[in-house]
């Protein structure tokens, strides 16, 4: 069955440190995407980035980088320099093919970067 | 850039009551999904559609539930007779894509109170 585990309900920072957020997954499938998004209080979801199974290569952007390791099903998230805005809710999510973009969400990590 | 819109942003209702959501996607997507959140707990999909019928729905979308794509435009989400569990935010998405090959675009959400 498909399962996404995000064993990290709350996380508090300090501005400028780094953060890791840990994903891990459960799918049968050899085919299957991984998706991050951040709902800042606002309320929205917003999304981050999406990552399919064939590719490993660890993606940076900006501040943000994942860390994708199919050996430990996990796709981690990594905020450097964390700053007050980055405070949010964030999900992890996982798809499968043929599954009509059905979308399992992790329970999510909420981050709280204090000044 | 194009969004995603959702209204009401909040709707307080009735036990018992018939609730409507509405949705405007984004103007060239085809594909469109309901999401749930209750609060504090992790995104649930609901259903997904495609080519004016559903694609797939999950065990929550029950007889309870319904969706619609009425014109060209708007995607709603009915709820025939609310139950207090049936409080929560609900969010629209689409997509041009199928999900896995896709990006999923997500409205700011309807939050919706029943008592």
């Known amino acids: 069955a498909q399962k996404v585990t995000q064993a990290q309900t709350e996380i508090s920072v300090v501005e400028k440190e780094d953060v890791t957020l840990d994903c891990v997954y459960e799918t049968r499938d050899t085919t299957y995407y991984l998706f991050w998004y951040k709902q800042p209080p606002s309320g929205e979801l917003v999304f981050l980035i999406r990552?399919?199974?064939?590719?490993?290569q660890n993606e940076i952007s900006g501040r943000y980088s994942w860390n994708f390791q199919k050996s430990t099903s996990s796709f981690n998230f990594t905020i450097t320099a964390s700053q007050v805005v980055d405070s949010a809710v964030y999900f992890c999510a996982l798809s499968e093919p043929n599954q009509g973009g059905k979308l399992i969400f992790g329970q999510g990590t909420e981050l709280s970067v204090k000044p | 850039e194009p969004e995603v819109t959702q209204t009401p942003s909040h709707q307080v209702t009735q036990m018992g009551q018939e609730v409507i959501l509405r949705c405007v996607p984004i103007?060239?997507?085809?594909?469109f999904y309901w999401y749930r959140q209750i609060l504090g707990q992790k995104v649930e999909f609901l259903v997904s559609f495609y080519n004016n019928e559903i694609s797939e729905k999950s065990e929550i979308f029950d007889d309870q539930f319904s969706v619609e794509r009425p014109d060209g435009s708007n995607f709603t989400l009915k709820i025939r007779s609310t139950k207090l569990e049936d409080s929560a935010m609900y969010f629209c998405?689409?997509?041009?894509?199928?999900?896995?090959?896709?990006?999923?675009?997500f409205g700011e959400g309807s939050r919706l109170t029943v008592l």
């Open positions: 990552r399919n199974s064939f590719d490993e």
């Open positions: 998405a689409s997509s041009d894509r199928r999900t896995n090959t896709g990006e999923l675009f």
């Open positions: 103007s060239n997507h085809l594909y």
